[in-house]
Nanobody, 123 residues
Framework: VQLQASGGGLVQAGGSLTLSCAAS????????MSWFRQAPGKEREFVAA????????NYADSVRGRFTISRDNVKDTVDLQMNNLKPADTATYYC?????????????????WGQGTQVTVSS
């Protein structure tokens, strides 16, 4: 069971990036999937979540309207489209599989994490 995140990089403020998370060893079709991020010296924070069938999404206030989470249950991938990026978005981004019946804002709800992909936004 593994999650592999990719797509990070260096971008100027106002630019865009798309992160992708590929699952292996399991199918994502029965799981809510989420993205979190962690900046140096800060706790890991919730960014976005999408329910198992894609019918509902949820975003942190700081990214709502700029980021879009989507999924492909056939390809077992979860994407995060990030537009109008700001320096405050600089962080390592992690995808995660929600397993426990707790709030999707809580890291304790997740049992599998990707290795992280670095996003750096320059001003």
């Amino acid at each position: 069971v593994q999650l592999q995140a990719s797509g990070g990089g260096l971008v100027q403020a106002g630019g865009s990036l798309t992160l992708s998370c590929a699952a292996s060893g399991f199918t994502i079709s029965t799981y809510t999937m989420s993205w979190f991020r962690q900046a140096p010296g800060k706790e890991r924070e919730f960014v976005a979540a999408i329910t198992f069938n894609g019918a509902a999404t949820n975003y942190a206030d700081s990214v709502r309207g700029r980021f879009t989470i989507s999924r492909d249950n056939v390809k077992d991938t979860v994407d995060l489209q990030m537009n109008n990026l700001k320096p405050a978005d600089t962080a390592t981004y992690y995808c995660a599989r929600k397993y426990y019946q707790l709030s999707f804002y809580s890291t304790g709800s997740y049992d599998r994490w990707g290795q992280g992909t670095q996003v750096t936004v320059s001003s």
